[in-house]
């Protein structure tokens, strides 16, 4: 499994197999704001929802909405599921500060606020599902 991590403004992609870790590519990190073209926006296509079945046997996957954002993007470092979301839409945050818990591979990791400022949009809600990379809340 690939994963992308941020030390001191480097970001590292390590991929870890059979509890071995491996570096694989190394980069500086760009602090520069996502945003998403409404034209590329436009031709995202709505997931059919799919009506679950009776039984214990039934499980539904939420999977993070695609929205069109603006503002910096705090992103998912890993694939996981969201296992709460601390702040919402105009809560102020600083640097640093908690904004949701992320679960990987059975462990719950602090996503933390890279900046201070004011939380534009919440884009995961709890039991969301995410990729590496994708974006979880913007801060204005």
């Given at each position: 499994?690939k994963?992308q991590i941020t030390?001191?403004?480097?970001?590292?992609?390590v991929?870890?197999?059979?509890g071995?870790?491996?570096?694989?590519?190394?980069y500086e990190?760009?602090a520069?704001?996502?945003?998403v073209?409404?034209?590329?926006?436009s031709l995202?296509?709505?997931?059919?929802?799919?009506?679950?079945t009776?039984?214990p046997?039934?499980?539904?996957?939420?999977?993070?909405p695609?929205?069109?954002?603006?503002?910096?993007?705090?992103?998912?470092?890993?694939?996981?599921?969201i296992?709460?979301v601390?702040k919402?839409?105009g809560?102020?945050?600083?640097?640093?500060?908690v904004?949701?818990?992320?679960?990987a591979m059975?462990?719950e990791?602090?996503?933390?606020?890279a900046?201070?400022g004011?939380?534009?949009?919440?884009?995961?809600s709890k039991?969301s599902?995410?990729k590496t990379?994708d974006?979880l809340?913007?801060i204005?």
């Amino acid at each position: 499994m690939k994963y992308q991590i941020t030390i001191n403004q480097k970001t590292y992609e390590v991929e870890v197999e059979r509890g071995v870790a491996q570096v694989t590519a190394e980069y500086e990190a760009v602090a520069a704001p996502v945003t998403v073209a409404p034209a590329i926006a436009s031709l995202a296509t709505p997931t059919a929802a799919v009506a679950p079945t009776s039984g214990p046997a039934s499980t539904e996957l939420k999977h993070a909405p695609v929205h069109a954002v603006s503002g910096d993007a705090l992103t998912a470092p890993m694939p996981g599921t969201i296992l709460n979301v601390l702040k919402k839409e105009g809560d102020k945050v600083a640097e640093g500060e908690v904004v949701c818990v992320l679960e990987a591979m059975k462990m719950e990791n602090e996503i933390v606020a890279a900046k201070a400022g004011t939380i534009g949009q919440v884009l995961v809600s709890k039991g969301s599902i995410v990729k590496t990379g994708d974006p979880l809340v913007m801060i204005h």
